[in-house]
Antibody
Framework: QVQLVQSGAEVKKPGASVKISCKASGYTFTSYNLHWVRQAPGQRLEWMAWINAGNGKTKYSQKLQGRLTITRDTSASIAYMELSSLSSEDTAVYYC???????????WGQGTLVTVSS | QSALTQPASVSGSPGQSITISCTGTSSDVGGYNYVSWYQQHSGKAPKVMIYEVSNRPSEISNRFSGSKSGNTASLTISGLQAEDEADYYCSSYTSSSTWVFGGGTKVTVL
């Protein structure tokens, strides 16, 4: 079955960068877009970006443009999300999610908690 | 891109029907039939309940239905059950080729 498995929790200091991975299985990795969504504690879901896993084209939210980089390794079926210049406001659970044949995010990865603290 | 507008909370008794609204603009909800709804239980990843306004994944109960009128989409849960108590989020594609989520609605089963 289609599955997205993310890397483990991270603790970072303000100003640092974090890179999270999302390994896909159960489908042809290059056929669909992968999205990144985050959720700060007790807050709403916030869409961050998508990557076309086939050609590598990306689209970022205006809010995070300049600090966010999404890449992929097609040989390993892994997508990466790197966020730089971290602040406490970036403390959140980060999810990858697949947008396949229909216009919906399904499935989602299990989430990766990123804690930014001095 | 501003978040789509949802009521903060909706409640109902078991067996009743409730409706959650999701209001956007002509640049998102009103402009595309790409509205989806997600259920999120505490500490869990979101799960799609409705996609493309009114389509339901095969594994989702037919108690869940979706619709749209103008810039407002709606999710209706009929025959409310205790297991439906969760947070619900709407999402839409936008004219900027991005996506946006709603503020979320907490559903309480009385």
């Amino acid at each position: 079955q289609v599955q997205l498995v993310q890397s483990g929790a991270e603790v970072k200091k303000p100003g640092a960068s974090v890179k999270i991975s999302c390994k896909a299985s159960g489908y042809t990795f290059t056929s669909y877009n992968l999205h990144w969504v985050r959720q700060a504690p007790g807050q709403r879901l916030e869409w961050m970006a998508w990557i076309n896993a086939g050609n590598g084209k990306t689209k970022y939210s205006q809010k995070l443009q300049g600090r966010l980089t999404i890449t992929r390794d097609t040989s390993a079926s892994i997508a990466y999300m790197e966020l730089s210049s971290l602040s406490s406001e970036d403390t959140a659970v980060y999810y990858c999610a697949l947008r396949a044949a229909v216009a919906a995010f399904d499935p989602w990865g299990q989430g990766t908690l990123v804690t930014v603290s001095s | 891109q501003s978040a789509l507008t949802q009521p903060a909370s909706v409640s109902g008794s078991p067996g009743q029907s409730i409706t959650i609204s999701c209001t956007g603009t002509s640049s998102d909800v009103g402009g595309y039939n790409y509205v989806s709804w997600y259920q999120q239980h505490s500490g869990k990843a979101p799960k799609v309940m409705i996609y493309e306004v009114s389509n339901r994944p095969s594994e989702i109960s037919n108690r869940f239905s979706g619709s749209k009128s103008g810039n407002t989409a709606s999710l209706t849960i009929s025959g409310l059950q205790a297991e439906d108590e969760a947070d619900y989020y709407c999402s839409s594609y936008t004219s900027s080729s991005t996506w946006v989520f709603g503020g979320g609605t907490k559903v309480t089963v009385l």
